[in-house]
């Protein structure tokens, strides 16, 4: 796990690992020219310029980096706030677990069913006569 100095460290490694400025600026401001883009990420990643990331797009990156197996901003991150580090799921790992949650929340409906069924049945055949 490397460390970083600053947010902006982090953030640089981030896009570096997921294509370059250029690349990356293009896919966080597609409205603009890709120049334009890559000099206004520039000026964000610059601790001496005004511009800074909008935090819909520092995911966005992070995202992208994740997605290159970069997982600088959430070590980062974890590090900052005194986490343990981040251990990062495969998406075949993520689908299998969601199909698992999934088949046991069918499980436990279908036996909740039953049992309401049966309830339902056992009332029935003991209220008295007139009050079904």
């Given at each position: 796990m490397a460390h970083f100095e600053d947010l902006n460290e982090c953030l640089i490694a981030c896009v570096k690992a997921a294509g370059g400025s250029k690349q990356v600026?293009?896919?966080?401001?597609?409205?603009?020219?890709?120049?334009?883009?890559?000099?206004?990420?520039?000026?964000?990643?610059?601790?001496?310029?005004?511009?800074?990331?909008?935090?819909?797009?520092?995911m966005l990156l992070a995202r992208l980096a994740r997605e290159s197996g970069c997982h600088a901003y959430a070590e980062y991150v974890a590090d900052e706030l005194?986490?343990?580090?981040?251990?990062?799921?495969?998406?075949?790992?993520?689908?299998?677990?969601?199909?698992?949650?999934?088949?046991?929340?069918?499980?436990?409906?279908?036996?909740?069913?039953?049992?309401?069924?049966?309830l339902i049945a056992q009332h029935l055949a003991h209220a008295p006569k007139g009050s079904k």
């Open positions: 600026a293009h896919k966080l401001w597609p409205e603009k020219t890709m120049e334009s883009a890559q000099r206004h990420l520039l000026n964000c990643l610059n601790d001496s310029k005004a511009e800074r990331l909008a935090p819909e797009h520092v005194s986490y343990a580090d981040p251990v990062p799921i495969e998406p075949h790992d993520e689908i299998g677990d969601l199909l698992r949650q999934l088949l046991q929340c069918k499980e436990e409906e279908r036996a909740r069913d039953e049992r309401l069924e049966r």
